[in-house]
């Protein structure tokens, strides 16, 4: 009898009808019913591992039958339930990044403090329906694959002693990587009822994923990298995007479809789209966009979708940035909230260092320096937009020339903190993390570095190397706060938005709030 192994998770929603996602033990005919609607899909195989996407018209408290017999909600828990969109859009919006899936003792509380989101799942349960969030963006490392828990170092050497030995090698582990960060019942259900949308990042597959042209030429001479790329961005497809896309996005997609189609194991059709999606990445769009009543929700590939190519440095390629430009372009929207895994807007002095830093890893001050420049990129992740000058520039100038309200979401950095544009209605919110907080060291070492040291030194550096001054002027406004946490964005005539941590005993309580005034 096949059974339950992840999910179920309730991905993309609209006014009419919702997909929800589940793996099975084994292949199966997959029935969602909620009330009088009903949806059902064949699984598809790839790797030995059965997936499906089912899609359902209709609202209200749901289960999941397999072959006909009910395997959702499960006993002690509450009905999961769909709620389609309104008109309006989501008017609750929370978002989020980082979280490791390590255990819930006493010994990993205190390294890795308490998971945010298991502590928001569990006091769910007893919020109004009309006080849930309707949306729920989860901007990268969802898992960390580069940083396995002892559980999942255990499952790997139970099955291999090749390299990498510490960290994910194929889709089997990534697999096993996805269903411990999913099931736990707390996790579990709040991912059955919360609407999720997704987008990767660097540690979805490893870290310092496409930092740089010398990054990628490194990792090309290891022997184990293109498998493992391969792996985790098929995976990555499976598990995350698969959920992302509408019905009609997934019709034009097409590979759901050849997965379906396919007699047998998938897994040649899925590697050699992943294979192609990583040598060519104009040919791959990750990113996506959606029209939830006034506001255009566009969710950016900050990670693929790199141009490396030394001397044109481009955080997304210009197929990507055509596309992007045309959903900030047409028509339909009033505002914008657009998801970037990395931050857009930095502290003012780490903005400059990480613009000085590119040049001279592109030779301004010699090849010596462009070597020890690169080292430090590297060692000291400098790479997000400001470490791509050009494009951090042009998206400036382009979120500008719209003249309506923008907010960007972010995570990566943990620690959280909200940021203005200064005469624009351009904001920036980061929460970061969920669950993999910095160290006592290393939050004194962030707070010197980047909110002392680097606002005096960092715009020096930036004249020295003759970096132009960037189109658009901002500050820090609110933060930095380094404890877990998940924000919570309110779309209301003047949106706010409020973070919360969790205490020791598993509750929630407030960390900020603050209104997105213009």
């Known amino acids: 009898m096949p059974e339950l192994v992840v999910g179920p998770l309730l991905r993309y929603v609209d006014e009419t009808r919702a997909s929800l996602w589940v793996e099975t033990s084994e292949p199966c005919e997959v029935t969602v019913e909620a009330g009088p609607a009903r949806g059902s899909a064949r699984t598809f195989t790839v790797h030995g591992h059965h997936y499906a996407l089912v899609d359902v018209a209709g609202g209200g408290a749901y289960e999941v039958r397999l072959d006909g017999e009910r395997v959702w909600p499960i006993p002690g828990w509450p009905p999961s339930r769909i709620r389609l969109l309104g008109p309006a859009g989501p008017r609750r919006v929370m978002f989020g990044s980082c979280r490791t899936s390590v ?15 298991r502590s928001y799942g569990m006091s769910l349960k007893e919020t109004a329906e009309e006080d849930w969030p309707d949306l729920l963006l989860l901007l990268g490392d969802q898992v960390y694959a580069d940083e396995p828990s002892a559980e999942m170092l255990e499952f790997i050497a139970a099955r291999r002693d090749s390299e990498p030995k510490k960290e994910i090698a194929d889709f089997e582990e990534y697999a096993e990587l996805y269903r411990v960060a999913w099931t736990e019942p707390e996790i579990r259900w709040l991912l059955s009822t919360v609407p999720s949308a997704m987008i990767f990042d660097d540690h979805d597959l490893r870290d310092d994923w496409n930092t740089s042209a010398d990054w990628r030429a490194k990792m090309a001479e290891v022997e184990w990298w293109p498998r493992r790329v391969v792996a985790g961005l098929g995976a990555y497809w499976v598990y995350q995007h698969l959920g992302n896309l509408s019905p009609a996005e997934r019709e034009a997609d097409g590979l759901l479809a050849k997965l379906c189609a396919a007699e047998g194991d998938g897994a040649q059709i899925l590697d050699a789209f992943a294979e192609h999606a990583d040598a060519v990445p104009s040919d791959s769009r990750w990113s996506y966009a959606r029209d939830l009543g006034s506001t255009r929700l566009i969710m950016l590939d900050t990670r693929c979708a790199r141009r490396l190519t030394p001397g044109d440095r481009r955080m997304i390629d210009p197929v990507e940035w055509e596309w992007l430009t045309e959903q900030l372009e047409r028509g339909g929207a009033e505002r914008f909230v657009i998801g ?85 209605p351009i904001h920036q919110l980061v929460c970061s993390p969920i669950r993999n907080p910095l160290s006592r060291t290393l939050r004194l070492a962030n707070i010197v570095a980047q909110f002392g040291v680097a606002t005096l030194v960092g715009g020096g550096l930036a004249r020295l190397a003759r970096v132009p001054r960037p189109p658009i002027r901002w500050r820090i406004t609110d933060g930095p706060w380094f404890s877990n946490a998940v924000a919570t964005l309110t779309l209301d005539e003047t949106p706010s938005a409020r973070w919360d941590t969790a205490t020791a005993a598993g509750g929630l309580t407030e960390m900020a709030e603050m209104r997105l005034t213009a």
């Open 103 to 117: 255990p819930h003792d006493a010994l990993h509380t205190i390294s890795h403090g308490v998971d945010v989101l």
């Open 340 to 424: 970037s895994s990395v931050p857009f807007l930095l502290p003012a002095g780490i903005h400059h260092v990480q613009t000085w830093n590119e040049v001279l890893a592109q030779g301004a001050w010699g090849k010596g320096v462009a070597r020890l420049s690169e080292l430090l990129r590297q060692g000291i992740d400098l790479e997000h937009w400001s470490a791509f000058r050009r494009s951090f520039e042009d998206l400036a100038r382009l979120l500008v020339a719209t003249g309506k309200p923008v907010i960007i979401l972010s995570g990566d950095v943990h620690y959280s903190y909200a940021a203005k544009v200064r005469r624009h």
